[in-house]
């Protein structure tokens, strides 16, 4: 039964389509409430996976191989180990918030958008689980075209643009990783024995001799790999479609976007590029001149032009985006610095990113409804007005910024920490972010909430009991993963001293 349970997570959304596509349409709640059913199943299994997790082995479980297309050696080969079993649990976490958020929202084709949400949950969690080299593909493609029409449909006023963005950036990454695939696939073998089983791959590539090791070959096939995931983080100079997709998207589209897509790109390089091309990582993280400093001060320049393009905005919601290119920055430089402490920071940041940009952008989305706009100085004193939800943004605001005692903080810590081991100057100059970061969020909370109320809001309503069970789940989070990080850690630490092992 175990071995089939992770199989039913994926799949249990894709079925879940099926239905809501066979309701009718005029029965909204029916359809809002099978949507929700369809995305509690998921989180269910991925809390119990997550507590049967054995966090004394590097080795996957929960795993399934069949085969698929026998004639070009593609299975289905699905498991978890410590990198994806957080952001499976994530994923299937912020289903069902994302659903909630859309309960009163969305106000044409209903059934249309939960369709294609679920079909986008199917693709996230298939990506997270796959260990064949093709599925992986396969599943990184099926969240592009539910995501192009969740905005293009759904979003504000400039969605057409936004989403023909999105689709282009991310699919011109696409092509190159699967160019990437195909030599991989090529190379990796004799005709009756190439294989796209990525724990075979990898193993291959760290052999001497063999042709999937030769640095030349890595290199390129490293840098076809990092385009497409580094459009997902997105990593400069390919961030540009973030902001406007994100202010385009519907606020549930934002928290899926920032909570989980940013990650598939960080989580991809991890479990390709770094486990599978050792040697075209060395030439770009430990090479001679700037080209062996050339991932960490992509991680620097994130930080800084995040943080400070984030401080320049006015639009609640673009502030948020540029943030969260800023602190995507931490992971790719914790990446970069290649050791323990770098890695598990890294890894610890793309979970507590996930859960807090959700809730800022949540957050958002409740004053967006109610005002019906997003510019920062048109409001003022809501603290008096909104203590609850005032209460609630000082929390995910802390927890942004890094301070102590909350999730954020360990994240960036820890990556700092292992960066500072091997790129001192970069991770000196990178703690601009932090302070600009505290900076953007202070000053937002005091124009936001602070002085005097304005008259137009004086019967602004408070946030309601649905909103702020979806707040509450992920505030939870917060706090404990602040005061407590090792559960986190402890989840994924024998995989990433696996990972340093192959590396080096």
Known sequence: ?????????????????????????????????????????????????????????????????????????????????????????????????????????????????????????????????????????????????????????????????????FFLYTLFGSVLMLVAIIAVYLNSGAPDARTFDIPTLITLASTPGHALADPGFQMWVFLGFFIGFAVKVPIFPFHTWLPDA?????????????????????????????????EGLDIFTNGDGILGHSLALLGFINIVYGSFCAL????????????????MGFVILGLAARNPEGINGAVLQMFNHGVISAMLFLL??????????????????????????TGITTLAFMAS??????????GEA?????????????????????????????WTLQRVFLGALNPKYEELPEINRREIVTLVPLGILTIVLGMFPSIAINMFYVSVSNLVGIIN
């Open 246 to 278: 994100h202010v385009e998207a519907p606020t549930a589209i934002s928290v899926i976007l920032a909570g989980v897509l940013l990650k598939m790109g960080t989580y991809g390089f991890v479990r390709i590029n770094m486990a599978m091309f050792p």
């Open 312 to 327: 320049a905005q006015t639009d609640f919601k673009k502030l948020v985006a540029y943030s969260s290119i800023g602190h």
């Open 1 to 165: 039964m175990d071995q089939i349970l992770l199989s039913l997570m994926i799949f249990i959304p894709l079925l879940g389509m099926i239905v809501v596509l066979l309701l009718p349409r005029e029965q909204e709640e029916l359809i809002k409430r099978a949507t929700l059913a369809f995305t509690l199943i998921p989180l269910i299994l991925a809390v119990y996976l997550f507590i049967n997790y054995n966090t004394s082995t590097a080795n996957t479980q929960y795993f399934v191989s069949v085969p698929w297309i026998d004639t070009f050696h593609i299975n289905y080969h699905v498991g978890i180990d410590g990198l994806s079993v957080t952001l499976l649990l994530l994923t299937a976490l912020l289903g069902p918030i994302c659903v909630l958020a859309s309960w009163r929202n969305i106000e044409k084709g209903l059934k249309a958008y939960m369709a294609l949400f679920l079909l986008l949950e199917t693709g996230m969690l298939g990506f997270f689980a796959a260990l064949d080299l093709f599925l992986f593909f396969v599943f990184f493609e099926l969240t592009l075209l539910p995501m192009y029409f969740l905005i293009g449909v759904w979003g504000g006023p400039r969605r057409e643009y936004a989403a023909i963005k």
């Open 364 to 389: 958002v989305g409740v004053l967006y409804d109610r005002a019906h706009h997003r510019e920062i100085n048109g409001f003022g004193g809501l603290g008096s007005r909104m203590p609850i939800y």
């Open 414 to 442: 820890l990556s700092l920490l292992g960066a500072f081991q091997e790129f001192e100057i970069l991770t000196i100059l990178s703690t601009i972010g932090i302070v600009v970061g505290a900076a953007y969020f202070l």
């Open 401 to 410: 910024l890094g301070l102590p005692g909350l999730s954020g903080f360990w």
